[in-house]
Nanobody, 121 residues
Framework: VQLQASGGGLVQPGGSLRLSCAAS????????MGWYRQAPGKQRELVAT???????SYADSVKGRFTISRDNAKNAVYLQMDSPKPEDAAVYYC????????????????WGQGTLVTVSS
């Protein structure tokens, strides 16, 4: 299973950017999917998660500005970043939780490779 993240780049404060992440390979099911970020010199932190049923959760720092969504048919997760701030600049990583390649298989978590978001005017 591989996760491919895309959509990063330069965005102005107050602008918008949409990140995408698609899982490929032998996939029977994925439980939750999420986005994390890591800024230089800081630990990786959770940004948002979404369950297979569509329930979402957000870090307090992005509530009301970022929106996570998911397309279960495409095994994809998205992060709509509205009104980003300079402190949102980081490498963003997607994660798939409890991935099974068969209904009886043990679940495994997978990470994407990261996509860089720069927030600057």
């Amino acid at each position: 299973v591989q996760l491919q993240a895309s959509g990063g780049g330069l965005v102005q404060p107050g602008g918008s950017l949409r990140l995408s992440c698609a899982a490929s390979g032998s996939i029977f099911s994925i439980n939750a999917m999420g986005w994390y970020r890591q800024a230089p010199g800081k630990q990786r932190e959770l940004v948002a998660t979404i369950t297979s049923g569509g329930r979402t959760s957000y870090a307090d720092s992005v509530k009301g500005r970022f929106t996570i969504s998911r397309d279960n048919a495409k095994n994809a997760v998205y992060l709509q970043m509205d009104s980003p701030k300079p402190e949102d600049a980081a490498v963003y990583y997607c994660k798939a939780y409890d991935v099974r390649d068969q209904w009886y298989a043990a679940p495994t978590d997978y990470w994407g490779q990261g996509t860089l978001v720069t927030v600057s005017s």
